[in-house]
């Protein structure tokens, strides 16, 4: 390996970092169809906010998890560089992205279905699998927010469970 060699790989640790956020005490009054928004409020629900993500980089992998044991549900992750107009209230059809957010709109992070062995449940995305990573982005801001949807009907949600996603990007 070249000093080059080396001076990038450390350049690109240096560049990597987890961002996670968590939506703690979801409002999940009542099942959740397909298609339906996740989130922690049926009446004010906000996107989640993945902070000093720098303006550019490369979203390497993401991780969802749900506090609640035995949830398989597949989630989509839509990803924009500013605040989404489109649908934000647990438990409501979604309708992101909208037209407005096009010029916002940094893609999405498809989860396959969540799975536990006894503890909560997950799913991992990375470079390479299903889910459409990497994903490069620009946010001037500095901010990614995102917009949390089940792809599959949810019957086994529990009042105050918890959805945690973590992306793991190299800044630009």
């Given at each position: 390996m070249s000093l080059e060699d080396i001076e990038n790989e450390l350049k690109a640790i240096k560049t990597t970092a987890g961002v996670s956020v968590d939506k703690k005490n979801l409002a999940a009054a009542g099942d959740y169809a397909a298609e339906d928004v996740l989130s922690e409020s049926a009446t004010a629900g906000t996107p989640y906010q993945f902070k000093d993500v720098g303006k550019s980089g490369v979203i390497e992998k993401a991780i969802a998890f749900c506090s609640v044991t035995a949830l398989t549900p597949k989630l989509t992750l839509y990803l924009?560089?500013?605040r989404p107009t489109g649908?934000?209230?647990d438990n409501v059809a979604n309708t992101n992205p909208t037209v407005a957010d096009h010029p916002?709109?940094?893609g999405k992070i498809d989860f396959l279905?969540?799975?536990d062995l006894g503890g909560g449940s997950d799913s991992v995305v990375t470079m390479?699998?299903?889910g459409n990573l990497p994903l490069s982005y620009y946010s001037p801001d500095r901010v990614l927010y995102g917009v949390a949807v089940t792809r599959?009907?949810?019957t086994g949600e529990s009042v105050g469970?918890?959805?945690s996603i973590?992306?793991?990007v190299r800044k630009a």
């Open positions: 924009f560089s500013q649908a934000l209230n916002a709109y940094e279905a969540m799975e390479g699998s299903y599959d009907a949810i469970m918890t959805l973590t992306l793991q």
